[in-house]
């Protein structure tokens, strides 16, 4: 495992432990959009996110889905899993994992399905939208001839979807 591999593991491990790990009651789930740098520990380049944060929990996780489009003609869309760990009432970190299809332009990931694994760190207002941080990888997990991987940090809004709905 890379240097960037163990550093991300021990912050994710670090997060689990000391976060503590009731999820909030009556959550909704959220359209997110999020915007920043992708290939951000290489050539920094626009990022924009777009994805549906579910409410339903499958035990303490719950589905996402979403499409990053990166500068340079590069797409990717996923599906996966999310689960999010409170400090609090109001501070959330938000684990995920997901897999999808890659489209490259200038930049060749090395495969087709690509992995995606991220952790999010946001502020929770009292109508439960969230502003704040997100750090994700993604790479084949070796599928290709060559794993390049990369990764971005983005800043992330998500609003509450019975708020557009009127449904609590």
């Known amino acids: 495992m890379s240097f960037r591999g163990k550093a991300f593991a021990l912050a ?8 503590a790990p009731a999820l909030a009651e009556g959550q909704s789930g959220h359209l997110s959009i999020a915007t920043g740098a992708g290939y951000v520990l290489d050539d920094a380049k626009p990022e924009l996110d777009i994805s549906w ?14 499409a990053l489009v990166m500068s340079g003609g590069n797409y990717y869309g996923y599906a996966g899993l999310l689960t999010d760990l409170y400090w609090g009432r109001n501070i959330v970190m938000t684990l995920s994992v997901a897999a ?9 990931l090395g495969h087709g399905l690509e992995f995606r694994s ?13 502003l704040g941080l997100g750090f994700y ?6 599928l290709g001839d ?17 708020k557009l709905t009127g449904r609590r």
């Open 12 to 19: 994710l491990a670090c997060g689990l432990v000391q976060a």
């Open 53 to 66: 944060r579910s409410g339903y929990k499958l035990w303490i996780f719950k589905p996402h889905v979403g």
């Open 100 to 108: 999808g299809g890659y489209r490259h332009g200038d930049l060749d």
């Open 118 to 130: 991220g952790i999010d760190l946001a502020y929770r207002f009292d109508d439960t939208s969230r």
């Open 137 to 142: 990888h993604i790479s084949n997990a070796s």
């Open 146 to 162: 060559r794993n390049p991987g990369t990764e971005s940090l983005l800043l992330r809004y998500s609003y509450p979807l019975d």
